[in-house]
């Protein structure tokens, strides 16, 4: 294919700073902006009454790699062009909601004919109700609400900075690399984590975001377009999250298997990255890859 030209790859605008520069005073005020989060969560008790206060410390959580982009390109570039904003091929924002979609269909699906966990047709009277629908698109809402604060930061602003000295392997293991390592105090210190022990959730959870991030990287690259990144994250939260539990009579074998701290999500993931890995000559050159 064509190839497109760099300014298009990378932010959309011209940047003089070094972007080794750039990246590390973005990673550094992204953990020290959500430290003071990840502290609060830790030490808000998971009980009930907490619900409301857990919910808003996780989405400003959410909120601090954009909150830090935000400050990175006002001090280097002067300006916040380049996050990716423009909607240049709308079939990517249809596959990217898709892909969840069905991957957690397959997921779940799985356990539903296995009888791992069995389909709940209580939960799939609700779900399927028309007094559900302004449930769901609040709900969906929400997640993409949520799922943009971290996505303008790590594909709106990592992955075409890294695309600006980095080919595709090393940009899509270093910005997965950072976002992975970005989880790990709500995992270790809060009640981000599977119901298994704390290493099989990190044992689980670590190859199904890196393999989530490849695939993010890809589709931010080849569609030139933050929102499909924002629309896969926020379609897998709900979905895997909250849509297909709801569906699903959960077991203890269920609990191993389903959602994103179960077995079958870096099974599912490192063979969808393997897809995408596969055709990554069809991504643009990228500038590192013209040198």
């Known amino acids: 294919m064509e190839s497109t030209p760099s300014s298009d790859i990378k932010t959309g605008s011209t940047i003089h700073s070094n972007p080794l520069i750039t990246i590390s005073t973005f990673v550094i005020l992204t953990f020290i902006f959500s430290s003071l989060f990840w502290y609060l969560i830790s030490e808000t008790p998971a009980i009930a009454d907490n619900i409301s206060r857990l919910l808003l410390y996780t989405v400003v959580v959410m909120w ?12 280097f570039q002067r300006n916040l062009k380049g996050f990716g904003i423009g909607f240049k091929k709308p079939i990517w924002l ?53 799922a943009a604060g ?34 790990f105090p709500l995992i270790i210190f809060g009640s981000y984590h599977g119901a298994g022990s704390l290493a099989f959730s990190l044992a689980v959870f670590i190859p199904s975001v890196m393999g989530a991030g490849l695939i993010l990287a890809w589709l931010r690259l080849m569609s030139g377009c933050v929102w499909v990144a924002v629309l896969f994250h926020g379609f897998w939260n709900y979905f895997i999250q909250q849509f297909y539990p709801a569906l699903t009579q959960m077991t203890d074998s269920g609990e191993m298997m389903l959602g994103e701290f179960g077995w079958f999500a870096p099974v599912l993931y490192v063979v969808l990255a393997l897809i995408f890995w596969h055709y990554r000559n069809a991504l643009p050159k990228l500038p590192a890859e013209g040198l």
């Open 150 to 183: 971290e996505e303008f930061g790590w594909r709106g602003f990592l992955v075409p900075e890294l695309a600006r000295f980095q080919s595709f392997a090393p940009l899509a293991l270093i910005s997965g690399g950072i976002w992975t390592v970005w989880h």
């Open 64 to 75: 601090c790699p954009t909150l830090a982009a935000i400050l990175t390109w006002l001090y």
């Open 94 to 146: 249809l596959g990217a909601a898709l892909l969840p979609i069905g991957a957690g269909l397959l997921m779940f699906g799985s356990a539903w004919i296995s009888a791992i966990a069995p389909f709940s047709h209580e939960g799939a009277a609700m779900i399927f109700s028309i007094s559900f629908i302004p449930a769901f698109f609040t709900a969906l809402g929400f997640n993409l609400f949520a």
